[in-house]
């Protein structure tokens, strides 16, 4: 019941918004919808804690560790998000665009729907359907400013993503094939599968994980199926970015760590691993390659997340306890920082109306609080103590360092470069003497209000890593196998 | 009808849907190529009722059918009215002319074999034999989706290695189960819906289809 609630709210609330009139009411069933989802996810975490799986709708959906945390960092960056995108849009659009302000916050609550059937459903072919779902709803969004760039981001992102789900569904079907034998005349479940994976075809759950990994890989932003991502996350306006980034990729990810653990249990660790390691490499070094010389802010964020992700997939191929361990806490810490980062950056281009690094200047005189957060934000992506993602890296290169010394030695390299770029990219914003034409102080500061959980969670992480949370991540790692 | 029947008759229709992808290449008119379209939907709910009566699955009637109104008759229409709207435009050359492009399709066939053959033949199934062929349509919409640079095309292009997925889908296992199958074809119909609305708004903002114009975002 209570799964099912947190699957209706966000689609009632679409329906709602759709046929709402006033602007103010449209606000209101979106902030509500976002926080009353946020609270069921709540009572979904404390019920897994307690009870490991829950399951509705016959055998449709079923929530286990990993789907929980899925759903918590679904929710509860909607709900932050959610209310920044009130503020963002009064400012963006007049009440005069009303119809793209309804189409606006009718399909935020469709793509939070569709991520959370993905997250939740047992079954992998009405996942597949649901991460289809989320480039459709994101699609109209990415091009909410109508312009030529905002257009002609929003149609490659279209292409490439229902590509790159196109050849995810022929592993999906070859999954199928190679378990439809073993689970009988059910539709194949993840939860059988697994269970079941030890006597499946090795040749095809080998042809089916290479769909997969460029499949999903697409979604979750892995080079060399990464290019739409770029231009469609700095084209977005800023709340859909902060989600597209921090949290849709997550789904991508988290479709692969799920195809991951049934390829492990059918081949042994080494084939998902340097497959794995392969591409994270070579995704942190592309983005290593643009984040030097990075003309654009919301771009330079984008490359981030490429190579985020790419550390994400080299903890899980490094494996060990640690190694997946850092990478399920990588994601959390990812999700944290970039959401931050690209609403602030929201403010950003309100008050400077230029992407473009070299036309803002003196970020910290012009506006104090957001520039302190995105220097946070900044100095807790590319690593530095006493952040969160510090320690996350720390673990998964450790890792690295016993099982593969040598991809592990090329990553930290890269991370180097990458911090070197993005730190010179983000001194010349803060510093120096804001333009004459922009005026202190103002903007959105209030909004930015919720992003103070963010900042929280990110120093806390740093410093302490509490029991409870060590322990939920424990429970995600035996799901995703070490 | 035996086995080795079926077996016939399907490599023959998966052999004549490949054809059909191929011979999007070839045709230059955009109308043209949206009827070779409807026609391959068409081969492959034909596909679906024979493997429907061979094996008695009442799903798979279900299947042909929707793949028969949504692939070979609304979404035909969409893209047919999408043609209309756009007019007549600048046509934009492929990328690779239709000789070399052919050639590509050829290679794009022997990998598929490479690849698709070790698996067919584990695979106890009398449809298996054509799996090779389905992966080449696949490669070949991806191919085209890539060549060509204008923007109903490349919707066409996509839209033939869908079918390409499909047809694979029910080669290795009869298709996925129903409700899958269906939320897919919905996918399907709302993605070329939306791509529709995207190519009339790049006519209107680029005055052309010609999708090599995309190229402002740069680094």
């Known amino acids: 019941m209570m799964l099912l609630s947190l699957l209706l709210i966000p689609l009632i609330a679409t329906g709602l918004i759709a046929v709402a009139r006033q602007r103010v009411l449209i606000e209101l069933l979106h902030v509500g919808s976002a926080l009353v989802t946020l609270g069921v996810a709540a009572a979904i975490a404390v019920e897994i804690w307690h009870s490991s799986v829950l399951i509705a709708a016959g055998d449709l959906f079923r929530v286990d560790a990993l789907s929980a945390l899925m759903v918590a960092i679904i929710t509860s960056l909607g709900a932050i998000t959610s209310v920044y995108a009130v503020g963002y849009i009064r400012a963006e659009l007049s009440d005069a665009h009303l119809r793209r302000v309804r189409l606006f916050f009718a399909l935020f609550q469709l793509f939070i729907f569709t991520m959370v059937v993905a997250v939740t459903t047992d079954n992998l072919g009405v996942m597949w359907i649901a991460v289809e779902g989320t480039t459709l709803a994101t699609v109209f969004l990415v091009n909410l400013r109508h312009t030529r760039t905002s257009l002609e981001a929003a149609y490659k992102y279209l292409i490439l993503s229902s590509v790159g789900i196109a050849l995810a569904f022929i592993g999906t079907a070859l999954i199928y094939y190679a378990g439809a034998g073993k689970a009988g005349e059910i539709a194949v479940n993840w939860s059988t599968l697994r269970a079941g994976a030890g006597s499946l075809n090795g040749d095809v759950v080998r042809l089916a994980f290479i769909f997969i990994l460029v499949g999903y890989g697409t979604k979750a932003g892995l080079v060399p199926m990464h290019t739409w991502l770029p231009d469609a996350h700095s084209e977005a306006p800023a709340p859909i970015s902060a989600l597209m980034s921090g949290v849709l990729l997550n789904v991508g990810l988290y479709a692969m760590m799920r195809f991951k653990a049934i390829v492990d249990a059918a081949l042994g660790p080494a084939f998902a691993a340097n497959l794995l390691i392969g591409v994270g490499l070579l995704s942190l070094l592309i983005a290593a390659a643009f984040l030097i010389a990075q003309r654009n802010y919301k771009r330079m964020l984008a490359y981030s997340s490429v190579e985020h992700i790419g550390i994400v997939c080299l903890g899980l191929g490094f494996g060990g306890y640690w190694g997946v361990f850092g990478a399920v806490f990588h994601v959390v810490n990812h999700a944290l920082a970039k959401s931050l980062l690209f609403i602030v950056s929201g403010n950003i281009l309100l008050k400077y109306h230029s992407a473009e690094i070299r036309d803002v200047r003196g970020l910290m005189r012009a506006s104090p609080w957001t520039g302190a957060l995105f220097l946070a934000g900044v100095l807790a992506l590319i690593g530095l103590p006493p952040f969160a993602p510090f320690i996350s890296e720390f673990i998964i290169f450790r890792s690295g360092l016993e099982s593969y010394p040598w991809a592990a030695a090329m990553g930290v390299i890269l991370l180097v470069v990458v911090f070197g770029g993005m730190l010179a990219s983000v001194n010349s914003m803060l510093y120096g003497e804001p333009p004459a034409d922009i005026e202190n102080g103002g903007g959105l500061r209030l909004w930015l209000a919720p992003l103070a959980v963010n900042f929280a969670l990110l120093l806390a992480l740093g410093l302490t890593l509490p029991a409870s949370f060590e322990g939920a991540i424990k429970q995600v790692v035996q799901i995703v196998g070490v | ?219």
Do not use: W
């Open chain 2, 1 to 219: 009808m035996s086995a080795e029947l079926l077996s016939r008759l399907v490599t023959l229709l998966s052999f004549a849907a490949l054809g059909l992808t191929i011979l999007l290449i070839v045709r230059t008119r955009l109308e043209g190529q949206v009827r070779v379209f409807g026609l391959q939907s068409l081969v492959l709910a034909l596909l679906s009722v024979l493997i429907a009566l061979y094996t008695g699955r009442l799903e798979l009637f279900g299947v042909g059918l929707a793949l028969l109104v949504i692939k070979g008759i609304i979404i035909p229409r969409v893209l047919h009215r999408a043609v209309t709207k756009i007019g007549i435009v600048r046509v934009a050359a492929p990328y690779l002319g239709t000789a070399p492009a052919l050639v590509i399709c050829a290679l794009l066939t022997i990998v598929a074999f490479y690849v698709m053959t070790p698996i067919a033949t584990t695979n106890p199934l009398p449809t298996a034999d054509a799996m090779p062929l389905a992966f080449a349509g696949v490669l070949t919409g991806f191919f085209i989706m890539v060549n060509r640079r204008r923007a109903v095309t490349q919707i066409l292009g996509f839209l033939m290695l869908e079918n390409g997925i499909f047809l694979l889908a029910l080669l290795t296992t009869y298709g996925v189960p129903f409700v899958v199958e269906m939320g897919v074809f919905l996918d399907v119909l709302v993605a070329v819906l939306i791509m529709e609305v995207f190519v009339c708004h790049i006519k209107d903002n680029f005055d052309s289809i010609d999708v090599g114009e995309l190229g402002t975002l740069k680094e």
